[in-house]
């Protein structure tokens, strides 16, 4: 997987899993996808960040990992009754 910069509308942030055809990877998408990956199969994710000196590669982890931290708080009572 890989997330492609300039950031898209925060409108992802809210729908992440919502219909994006003709749109570069993000990476609020690719944490949506690893998260639901790892909610389907229960097994662990792995999202590599790379790119060239001063990319955004920090920034784009920061955001991940927000990302999947959110989601994850918003889903945590249903993950502890399953």
Excluded: W
């Excluded at 942030?13 to 998260?35: E, K, M």
């Excluded at 955004?56 to 993950?79: D, I, W």
């Amino acid at each position: 997987m890989c997330a492609i910069r300039p950031p898209l509308p925060h409108a992802l942030l809210l729908n992440p899993r919502q219909d994006q055809v003709g749109l570069s990877p993000h990476i609020f998408r690719v944490a949506a996808d690893a998260y639901g990956f790892v909610r389907q199969f229960h097994a662990d994710a792995c999202v590599l960040v790379t790119g060239e000196s001063g990319a955004g590669k920090t920034e784009s982890a920061k955001h991940l990992m927000r990302f999947v931290t959110a989601v994850y708080v918003m889903h945590a009572p249903s993950l502890r009754n399953s």
